[in-house]
């Protein structure tokens, strides 16, 4: 096991109603806030009236910037960022998902610095301090509640990147699972993905010696696995709902990834694709992930077996380590396909002729990846097989 510094101060505030508590937890940091939201989900179901509410009757003074769409804009981010300097706001409130959550940590960062917030996307700047965020999250995925990450689209330079500094991380989070009943099948089907790519992210590493992370890693994926089918077919069901919900906190709260290297690769090829195409970003993941696992299973095949027996119940007595590997993957893919999501670029609707410009620039910074450095031939490669 690596050394490591593991803090999470976000609090986290979890269950039925708990929304309207939010005016309460805002008080204590503010008497004006950003209320930051997305294309309208809030206000059709309900939840922006309660958020309201409880902020009216907190005498919190609201300012509204909504309109945040998925794969969040640089555009919006500045519009908020110019609001927040007018009306002296100094608390942003988002409610919504990773995209909104997103919007209102750049907005949050681009307030006090004097130059342009894209600077710190292009390694440019540093966040020397950020305005303080919360969250109510509608939908559990990208584990932004409680991560130091955001992650926003230059839509003019068809560039997506992402900054990441303690100082993102929000304060509170609220997470009422009732919330995500609304959620299309679609989008619970990516969130789950995503979380889960978050914990593969982890999990699959060279550093030897991480019993607990590894146990805690395959506990969460099977609690991932076991419950997303519930919530689909059943898509008022608490339990199920709030299994994932604190599973995708859990998934990206650093926890998962105490005392060893991580590798993010996955992630780095698939922002490509949602920058260019717009897609969402846990589809692009259940795509681009099960590709990766192919071109790099060799690297530590004794790991991708471990994976197939500890997640997916695949019996080693039955098969040799490279076909008990070969098994984890297939059950990986089998499950995105089950659960509705595309598995080929074909099925995810993105053409072909244009993977090795974005291998290209996902390779522009150096290459990706821990457990297999991955150039921009390789990146190029698991494109291909991903078609
Ligand atoms: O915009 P509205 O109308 O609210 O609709 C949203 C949106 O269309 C809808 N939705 C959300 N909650 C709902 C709901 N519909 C019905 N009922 C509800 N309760 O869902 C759609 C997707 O929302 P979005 O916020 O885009 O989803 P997600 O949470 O998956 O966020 C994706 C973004 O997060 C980034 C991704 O790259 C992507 O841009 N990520 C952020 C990370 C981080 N900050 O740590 C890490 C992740 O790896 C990820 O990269
Ligand atoms: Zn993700």
Redesign the pocket.
């Given at each position: 096991m690596q050394n490591f510094t593991f803090q999470n101060s976000t609090k986290v505030i979890f269950g039925r109603d708990k929304e309207k508590t939010v005016g309460t937890e805002v008080k204590e940091y503010s008497d004006h806030v950003l209320l930051h939201?997305?294309?309208?989900?809030?206000k059709?179901?309900g939840?922006y009236d309660d958020v309201i509410d409880s902020l009216e009757e907190a005498g919190v003074e609201v300012t509204e910037l909504g309109g945040?769409?998925?794969?969040?804009r640089l555009s919006l981010v500045e519009e908020g960022i110019e609001i927040c300097r007018e009306k002296d706001i100094d608390f942003i409130l988002a409610v919504?998902?990773?995209?909104?959550?997103?919007s209102a940590?750049s907005i949050a960062a681009g307030v006090p610095y004097e130059g342009d917030v894209w600077d710190f996307f292009a390694g440019e700047a540093e966040i020397e301090t950020a305005l303080p965020v919360g969250t109510v999250l509608?939908?559990p995925?990208?584990?932004?509640e409680t991560?130091p990450?955001?992650?926003v689209?230059n839509e003019e330079e068809d560039l997506?990147w992402?900054i990441g500094s303690n100082k993102l991380r929000p304060q509170f989070s609220i997470l009422n699972p009732e919330?995500?009943?609304?959620?299309?099948d679609y989008?619970t089907a990516?969130?789950a993905a995503?979380m889960m790519?978050?914990i593969m992210e982890r999990y699959f590493t060279k550093t030897e010696d991480v019993e607990l992370t590894d146990k805690l890693c395959a506990g969460t994926l099977r609690t991932i696995i076991n419950n997303t089918p519930c919530a689909l077919k059943e898509p008022k069901n608490y339990d199920a709902r709030a299994e994932i919900m604190w599973a995708g906190t859990i998934a990206?709260n650093d926890l998962l990834g105490t005392g060893r290297e991580e590798d993010w690769a996955s992630?780095a090829i698939e922002?490509e694709l949602?920058a260019l195409y717009d897609v969402?970003?846990?589809a692009g993941l259940a795509v681009i992930f099960p590709a990766w696992m192919e071109y790099v299973h060799q690297e530590h095949v004794e790991r991708f077996a471990q994976f197939a027996v500890d997640v997916w119940n695949v019996d080693p007595d039955f098969y040799n380590v490279e076909q008990t590997a070969k098994k984890g993957i297939e059950k990986t893919r089998e499950f995105f396909s089950s659960i509705g999501l595309p598995v080929s670029l074909e099925e995810l609707g993105v053409p072909t002729n244009k993977l090795e410009e974005m291998a290209d620039k996902c390779t522009s910074g150096g290459p990706v990846g821990n457990f297999k450095s991955l150039d921009k031939e390789d990146v190029f490669r698991i494109y291909k097989l991903s078609q």
């Amino acid at each position: 096991m690596q050394n490591f510094t593991f803090q999470n101060s976000t609090k986290v505030i979890f269950g039925r109603d708990k929304e309207k508590t939010v005016g309460t937890e805002v008080k204590e940091y503010s008497d004006h806030v950003l209320l930051h939201y997305g294309g309208g989900s809030i206000k059709k179901y309900g939840v922006y009236d309660d958020v309201i509410d409880s902020l009216e009757e907190a005498g919190v003074e609201v300012t509204e910037l909504g309109g945040v769409q998925p794969n969040p804009r640089l555009s919006l981010v500045e519009e908020g960022i110019e609001i927040c300097r007018e009306k002296d706001i100094d608390f942003i409130l988002a409610v919504g998902g990773g995209s909104v959550i997103d919007s209102a940590k750049s907005i949050a960062a681009g307030v006090p610095y004097e130059g342009d917030v894209w600077d710190f996307f292009a390694g440019e700047a540093e966040i020397e301090t950020a305005l303080p965020v919360g969250t109510v999250l509608t939908i559990p995925a990208a584990g932004s509640e409680t991560s130091p990450a955001a992650v926003v689209t230059n839509e003019e330079e068809d560039l997506k990147w992402d900054i990441g500094s303690n100082k993102l991380r929000p304060q509170f989070s609220i997470l009422n699972p009732e919330i995500t009943y609304t959620l299309p099948d679609y989008q619970t089907a990516c969130g789950a993905a995503d979380m889960m790519a978050h914990i593969m992210e982890r999990y699959f590493t060279k550093t030897e010696d991480v019993e607990l992370t590894d146990k805690l890693c395959a506990g969460t994926l099977r609690t991932i696995i076991n419950n997303t089918p519930c919530a689909l077919k059943e898509p008022k069901n608490y339990d199920a709902r709030a299994e994932i919900m604190w599973a995708g906190t859990i998934a990206h709260n650093d926890l998962l990834g105490t005392g060893r290297e991580e590798d993010w690769a996955s992630h780095a090829i698939e922002h490509e694709l949602s920058a260019l195409y717009d897609v969402a970003h846990g589809a692009g993941l259940a795509v681009i992930f099960p590709a990766w696992m192919e071109y790099v299973h060799q690297e530590h095949v004794e790991r991708f077996a471990q994976f197939a027996v500890d997640v997916w119940n695949v019996d080693p007595d039955f098969y040799n380590v490279e076909q008990t590997a070969k098994k984890g993957i297939e059950k990986t893919r089998e499950f995105f396909s089950s659960i509705g999501l595309p598995v080929s670029l074909e099925e995810l609707g993105v053409p072909t002729n244009k993977l090795e410009e974005m291998a290209d620039k996902c390779t522009s910074g150096g290459p990706v990846g821990n457990f297999k450095s991955l150039d921009k031939e390789d990146v190029f490669r698991i494109y291909k097989l991903s078609q």
